[in-house]
């Protein structure tokens, strides 16, 4: 089905490692968001892009790093994790003047 | 002050009544959206709004472009409308700017 599918739902991983979170969409859609979702904090936006190969930073990058190699795929890693980061993320897409579809999340828990 | 202001923050309703969430923005902008949040739910987009009413079933949303102000508005409200509802804008960088959102409880 058609959509946007984010991978995993749910992770916990220890202070340091790497984590990355998977975002894939089959709309075609240019843009790609990530986003972090925290109490008192609301929908925070991390990094962006608004086509393969183009990547910029959101409202809070430190921390994140991105790639965009296909148009389908917009991964997002914690090179080094904090408990900072322990959030609700969502990966979103858009299209201009087509609105945006949002992935269901990924609760990640740094311990 | 925040680009996008919601209010109330905060909405009790009794099952079946009519509810107004208002959302008021300082900035240019493309398009309006409205966004669903079940309780540890994923995000749902309800409406994008430029000009004008849009009508989704029991969901009726406006925009006035003149005075920066939308309302969501729930007919017949029901239980399962309880969620948190987020204004936000997008402006001419194809990013949204959003609203603290608005949580809805609608008991039975």
């Known amino acids: 089905d058609a959509g946007i599918t984010q991978s995993p739902r749910y992770k916990i991983t220890e202070t340091g490692r790497q984590v990355t979170l998977m975002c894939h969409q089959t709309w075609s859609h240019s843009y790609m968001f990530w986003y972090r979702q925290d109490l008192g904090h609301g929908l925070r936006l991390i990094y962006y892009?608004?086509?393969?190969?183009?990547?910029d930073k959101g409202e809070v990058p430190d921390g994140y790093v991105v790639s965009r190699s296909k148009t389908e795929n917009f991964p997002l890693t914690l090179e080094s994790a904090t408990r900072s980061q322990t959030s609700v993320y969502f990966c979103a897409s858009s299209e201009s003047g087509y609105g945006y579809t949002f992935g269901s999340g990924t609760r990640l828990t740094v311990v | 002050k925040n680009e996008v202001e919601q209010s109330p923050q905060n909405l009790t309703a009794q099952e079946g009544e009519f509810i107004t969430i208002n959302c008021s923005y300082s900035?240019?902008?493309?398009?309006l959206h409205w966004l669903q949040q079940h309780p540890g739910g994923g995000i749902v987009s309800l409406f994008m709004?430029?000009?004008g009413k849009k009508k989704h079933g029991r969901l009726i949303a406006t925009i006035n472009i003149q005075e920066k102000h939308s309302s969501l508005h729930i007919t017949a409200s029901h239980p399962r409308d309880s969620a948190v509802y987020i204004c936000?804008?997008?402006?001419?960088?194809?990013?949204?700017?959003f609203g603290t959102g608005t949580r809805l409880q609608v008991f039975p």
């Open positions: 709004l430029s000009s």
């Open positions: 936000a804008v997008e402006n001419n960088t194809d990013k949204l700017i």
């Open positions: 892009s608004a086509a393969a190969d183009i990547t």
């Open positions: 900035v240019g902008i493309s398009a």
